[in-house]
């Protein structure tokens, strides 16, 4: 982890809403090529986390930097201009254009070719968006939607991808895609920092994790560790269900 | 289940959107008591046929009949009059109002909704306790007490899923229809989610229909599987039977091994 220069420090963070600070005190680095899954409780602060990142929260102290850049309290649009895209959780497609429409908007600052590869990458990534090109986004169903809003992040070519439960009400096998091609992603050097409910699986595809309850960092290390640990299965992971073998790992190879 | 009526006909429902048959044929029979899971790829019409049940949407053609009466066409809120509830994939609260101030909306037939009474405290006080009681109780299975005053705006998306549900929970339906009610759940919640279910039924008989894909869960939970596929209803039966249908592994479930 020290070895590899960060692409993202977090130090000493505290950022919320209006006068609530929601992160307390939090500190993280995250070298290039990492995928990083951030794990807790509802509630916890990790998409606050996301958030405060690409400049959507108020910072009350310490700060954030991307590439050695300190880009603490800069625009969003500034922010995602400088190479790091970002799928919120909610509500994360323009539902007035079409499919067609959210993706190219990802690669606005691109030319012609590079929309047209942005495009061709998110189709391949999701083929059952194919026939939906020109539909209103706001006639997707949910899962359909993640998809286009996870293609129109991934349009731009970003250095580092947060990502905000991705596979939330995406069907299990695109889903596993999904995971699979984030994989693919570290590959070509891009960073992910993941928020997933799907825990188990998101620990197993990143080797390091972050544990947040209460706005606090309170692990950060190799993902089998939290795997492994009683008393964070107790507290958040809850117990291995037995259809976990016929239905999570199904889709596995 | 089988000896008793079913409280849910669906005959031949179609549903249209520009080009695209998003429901195309859906007959299905939903018994008292039961509960049903719906699973199928995204798009596959799942919440489409929700929004018809709850008369979000009319349909094209077909008819829906609720113990035994016709639905479609009805105004929402007399659906909803009748027994049916419905929670939504994207939570849809009242984000001015508190956690604690949305749930206590649920409860049908508060004594101060009547503008009579409403003047009169001592008609509603009491019931009001008996309901913010149990309201608070369940706010505590699903662990979401800590934000209990914080407006709904500012809970995590989690904790909105978590309280629509418990309101859902709370309108007390005969029918309650739930869109993915774990997405966005930590694991072990999720977990509870369905333990609360399991409770809600055997204590006021509601019949449940759950579209989900999380089906570590789901399939250990309902009795009854409906798989549907480009508008269309591929498979239905039990949660064994329908995993090993070769139509919902290839459409759905991916190849296996």
């Not at chain 1, 625009?75 to 970002?86: A, H, L, Q, T």
């Not at chain 2, 995204?42 to 053609?61: E, I, M, R």
């Not at chain 2, 001015?96 to 037939?109: E, I, R, S, W, Y």
Request: glycine share 10%; aromatic share 6%; net charge positive.
């Amino acid at each position: 982890m020290t070895t590899v220069a960060a692409i993202l420090s977090v130090r000493g963070l505290y950022a919320g809403y209006q006068k609530l600070s929601i992160i307390q005190d939090i500190s993280i680095e995250i070298g290039k090529g990492e995928i990083v899954a951030m794990v807790g409780p509802n509630g916890s602060g990790k998409s606050t986390l996301l958030k405060s990142v690409v400049g959507l929260v108020q910072v009350f102290g310490g700060d954030v930097s991307f590439e050695g850049r300190n880009i603490t309290g800069r625009k969003p649009e500034e922010i995602v201009r400088e190479g790091i895209g970002y799928v919120p959780q909610m509500a994360n497609v323009f539902t007035k254009m079409s499919v067609r429409e959210n993706i190219e908007l990802g690669a606005s600052m691109l030319d012609r070719s590079g929309k047209e590869e942005a495009l061709r990458r998110t189709l391949a990534l999701f083929p059952s968006l194919s026939p939906k090109l020109r539909e209103k986004a706001g006639n997707l169903s949910g899962g359909e939607r993640q998809m286009v809003a996870i293609g129109r992040a991934m349009a731009a070519n970003p250095k580092l991808l947060l990502l905000d439960e991705p596979t939330a009400g995406v069907a299990p096998i695109v889903a596993e895609q999904l995971f699979r091609a984030l994989l693919g992603l570290r590959t070509q050097g891009v960073t992910v920092l993941l928020v997933e409910q799907n825990a188990r699986r998101a620990l197993t595809l990143a080797e390091r994790g972050i544990v947040m309850t209460q706005g606090r960092k309170v692990y950060d290390g190799p993902s089998k560790d939290i795997l492994d640990d009683q008393a964070i299965r107790n507290l958040f992971l809850g117990e291995p269900r037995k259809a976990d073998a016929a239905g999570g790992s199904r889709h596995n190879t | 289940m089988s000896s008793r009526s079913p409280i849910l006909e669906l005959k031949g429902i179609r549903k249209k959107f520009g080009g695209v048959n998003a429901v195309d044929g859906v007959s299905l029979d939903i018994r008292q008591g039961g509960v049903y899971g719906l699973i199928g790829p995204n798009g596959s019409g799942k919440s489409t046929l929700f929004n018809l049940v709850s008369g979000l949407l009319q349909p094209d053609a077909g008819e829906i009949r609720f113990e035994g009466r016709r639905i479609d066409g009805l105004p929402i809120r007399k659906i909803f009059e009748l027994g049916i509830s419905r929670s939504f994939q994207i939570p849809r609260l009242f984000f001015g109002m508190t956690v604690f101030d949305n749930l206590m909306c649920a409860p049908k037939g508060q004594t101060g909704e009547s503008p009579i009474s409403a003047l009169r405290s001592e008609k509603w006080h009491v019931q009001e306790q008996v309901f913010a009681r149990s309201m608070r109780a369940l706010l505590d299975e699903l662990e979401i007490s800590g934000v209990y005053l914080n407006p709904a705006s500012e809970i995590s998306g989690g904790q909105m899923k978590l309280l629509q549900l418990a309101i859902a929970l709370a309108t007390e339906p005969k029918l309650l229809l739930l869109d993915e009610p774990t997405a966005g759940v930590a694991p072990r919640i999720a977990q509870d989610i369905f333990l609360a279910i399991e409770e809600q039924r055997r204590r006021t008989g509601t019949t449940f229909f759950i579209i989900e894909h999380r089906l570590d869960i789901l399939l250990e939970k309902v009795d009854h599987v409906f798989v549907m596929h480009q508008g269309k209803l591929i498979s239905e039966g039990r949660p064994e039977q329908v995993t090993q249908d070769k139509r919902v592994i290839e459409a759905y479930l991916g190849i296996s091994g």
